[in-house]
């Protein structure tokens, strides 16, 4: 595949998704000169590391955090915490850059005034998948999700209320930036498994950055 073709030919373009969700197509590529250090940065004070579910399942999604809160799993649950389980210090603080795109996606997709406090980076290879589910571990359920695709392309899941519910196929690409909230905070979403691809910057790896208010 060309190197163009991993990002978005629409970038600049909104693609609507509901009522209050959309994508917002090449978004983050301003972003990156600052962006890509930064999350260097993070993986080298909290390297990516695959969590263990309360079902025992080893995700086959790589994670870290940072931010005031990381979200984590293991066998106790799904939840958020001030440290990283693994070093035992505070997650690394929430780069202005990444605090900054999130505020200014989420208010061109219609939600002001957002400020995260909590910062998923997920590295997806290929294979690798993540499937339906909710965010509902936000005690802020108002504030909307950002988030950030960089590297291999994926299917981005969008579905409804409902698990049963059959989801839109979205593709994602290198810098297209997906916010939903309101009315469609609650829907169902995943990652369809990554094909073998290979990003001319990023390598054979897709990451992707979650922004959300959680406490």
């Not at 094909?195 to 897709?206: D, I, T």
Request: glycine share 10%; net charge neutral.
């Amino acid at each position: 595949m060309l190197p163009e073709l991993f990002e978005s030919t629409l970038a600049g373009t909104r693609d609507s998704l509901g009522e209050q969700a959309c994508v917002l197509r090449g978004y983050a590529l301003p972003y990156l000169a600052q962006l890509l250090p930064a999350l260097d940065a993070i993986q080298e004070a909290a390297p990516f590391r695959n969590m263990t579910t309360p079902g025992g399942y080893v995700m086959s999604v790589a994670l870290t955090n940072c931010g005031a809160l990381g979200w984590t799993t293991d066998r106790h649950g799904y939840r958020y915490t001030g440290r990283d389980p693994q070093s035992g210090r505070p997650w690394p603080a929430m780069p202005e850059v990444l605090s900054r795109l999130a505020s200014e996606a989420a208010a061109e997709a219609g939600f002001s005034r957002f400020e995260p406090d909590a910062c998923l980076i997920n590295r997806y290879l290929p294979g690798s998948r993540l499937s339906l589910h909710q965010d509902k571990n936000e005690k802020d359920a108002a504030a909307p999700i950002v988030s950030v695709s960089l590297g291999i392309p994926a299917v981005f899941l969008f579905g409804g209320h409902e698990r049963a519910d059959r989801p839109r196929r979205v593709p994602l690409f290198h810098g297209d930036v997906a916010v939903w909230g309101g009315v469609d905070r609650m829907r169902y979403h995943g990652i369809m498994p990554l094909k073998e691809e290979r990003h001319p910057v990023l390598g054979a790896q897709r990451i992707n950055i979650t922004l959300r208010k959680a406490g």
